[in-house]
């Protein structure tokens, strides 16, 4: 299976998929790559782009390293990079769920050059302070021992509209959740804010959220403080499903990246 090494050392797994300009797909937390197969992305992508489905530290194939400091995000954001210069590549366009979101616009705030376009699906969290994000762990670590991945999927199968499938919980409850705790506790020292990023961030963006996940259109005010960037507001879906309604999805983003490709020719 091809894999490669990140600059500290962890392997890392992806698949290629399909023929045209390089399309790196990432997930969230509790997310193998192949959920971008089951959830219904892949095929259709894979006719004009090639889907670079990356499993992403402490995921899938992935090594699965519990350190605080290997999953910091200035980590995952780094192996996006590394990711594409392993492959040989100078420019790729970035497709990111959930907390693939605030990965996509790390890398893409310290390296710009490096992408044609960004696709961010999920929420974006409200700006928060350092010692604000701080005074939350320590009972979210607990809540994450204690109840495992049930603490983070737990609330948002309730709040969904419609049933969230069975075959995507056991994917998340079968993941590792040692990584996602070590990524919790390194938020409070990202020294980086989302929010701080977006005016700098040029490369034409697609933001998406679903209309019960963003009830405050949070992605709306990002997208208007991106230079380049238009919000896809999806219907009567919560977190989950906003993604896996890839019918409605698929369409929007192969439109905003061909019309992406011809602003760029023109």
Known sequence: MPSFQARDGVRLHYEVEGAGPPLVLHLGAGCDADLWRAAGYVEPLSRTFTCVLFDHRGHGLSDHPTSVEANHLDRYADDVIALVEHLGHSRVTYFGWSNGVQVGLKAASQHPDAFDALVLSGAIPPRRTREEVAAGIPGRIA????????????????????????????????????????????????????????????????????????????????????????????????????????????????????????????
């Open 143 to 266: 809540a994450l021992r204690d109840k495992g991945w049930w603490e983070v999927i737990g609330d948002m199968i309730p709040a969904e509209k419609l049933p969230v499938p069975q075959w995507f919980i056991d994917r998340v409850l079968a993941t590792d959740i040692e990584p996602f705790i070590a990524w919790s506790m390194a938020r409070p020292d990202w020294n980086w804010s989302p929010w701080d990023a977006m005016p700098n961030i040029r490369a034409p963006s697609l933001l998406l959220a679903g209309e019960m996940e963003d009830p405050d259109d949070l992605v709306g005010e990002a997208a208007r403080l991106m230079p380049n960037a238009k919000r896809v507001r999806v219907p009567d879906r919560e977190h989950i499903n906003a993604f896996l309604y890839s019918e409605f999805v698929v369409p929007r983003v192969l439109e905003f990246l061909r019309r992406a490709v011809r602003a760029q020719a023109g």
